[in-house]
């Protein structure tokens, strides 16, 4: 009965699910590091103060905004915050989006996208990455956008699970030549380095936004913090549909506490580049695998027999991300960083497993 009654792109749609886990967290390439204490200290103090939770929070959020702008070079008018970047995607598509207006993805990429174009009922149109998931294709990419009504162009630089990061200059040519919003989305931007951002160029391109999240590099993944960048008058669009009080007060205070120690935050990130190049070198070193180079804090590889391997490494208390068919490349797993031990816990245990080698070969059924 019920189903005869849903919305007909919600019919087809399954609850997103992230997997099983195990005691060592390598699956959702969050930052595996404690918050620095003296950040921790500063919103415990301010909570136990005033902790302000029987009124709703400022949902301008000005001063985090305003905070976020000053370190970016914007003013706060460029900068919405979300629910993390998730509800952002979700707000960029019911701004953009809809059922007569598609949205351009280039798969193998993150999975939200797909999900929240059908949620929002955007059609989806996939122009697959090139050479084995590190380059975009530019010329599909524009020979789409000419035969279809693009809206909205996400390209995730450092891509999720691929790692790869796309040029800049190929970024911006997209920006002149679709005729499309080009959101993007930079949750990984910080292992990448500043140098790699298009958050310089917001000024630049009026159908340019950049999407970033809290949730990576500054171990905020509990709290839900996102954000995204452009001009003025974009974020003004945006803001005419997102959700009034969408983030919370101890968030919009623990965001603003992340800022002030954002110091403390590039030393872990220090040390999460190095944990992912142990990662990548000592993947690279075993054999029977293929593994992508990476600039995210993450490491995506294809054993004979992924799905295997996933369990075989659940069995031993290892959490990674099994992907039973990655568009484009098939089965795959991918390894956040973690803190060193955690980093040289699942090298040995992945060195055992290709060390077996036989009952992990590629079954038919992967
Ligand atoms: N973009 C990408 C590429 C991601 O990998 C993720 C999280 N996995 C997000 C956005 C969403 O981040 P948030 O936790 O801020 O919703």
Known sequence: MLNKLLR??????????????????????????????????????????????????????????????????????????????????????????????????????????????????????????QAEGQELDPDGIRRACRENLVSVIIVCNPNNPTGALFPRPLLADLLTSCGALVVVDEAYGEFAGPETSMMPYIGKYQNLLVMKTFSKAYGMAGLRLGYICGTAEAIALLNRVRQTYNVNVFTQRAGRAALRHSAAFAEQIAALRAETEKLYLGLRALPGLKVWPTRANFVLFQPRNAVAWGEALRQRGIAVRVFARLPVLGPCLRVSAGRPEETALFLRAAAELSAQGEPFQQTNAD
């Not at 930052?31 to 929070?57: D, H, Q, S, V």
């Open 8 to 129: 007909p792109n919600v019919r087809g749609l399954t609850p997103y699910d992230s997997g099983p886990s195990a005691g060592i967290k390598l699956d959702a390439n969050e930052n595996p590091f404690p918050w620095p204490e003296k950040a921790l200290a500063e919103i415990a103090e301010a909570t136990a103060a005033a902790p302000g939770f029987n009124r709703y929070p400022d949902g301008a959020a000005t001063e985090l905004r305003a905070e976020l702008g000053e370190r970016l070079d914007l003013r706060r008018e460029q900068v919405l915050v979300g629910n993390g970047a998730d509800e952002l995607i979700a707000v960029v598509l019911q701004t953009f989006g809809g059922p007569a207006q598609a949205l351009l993805v280039q798969p193998p990429t993150f999975s939200m996208y797909g999900v929240l174009a059908a949620v929002t009922d955007t059609p989806l149109i996939e122009v697959p990455l």
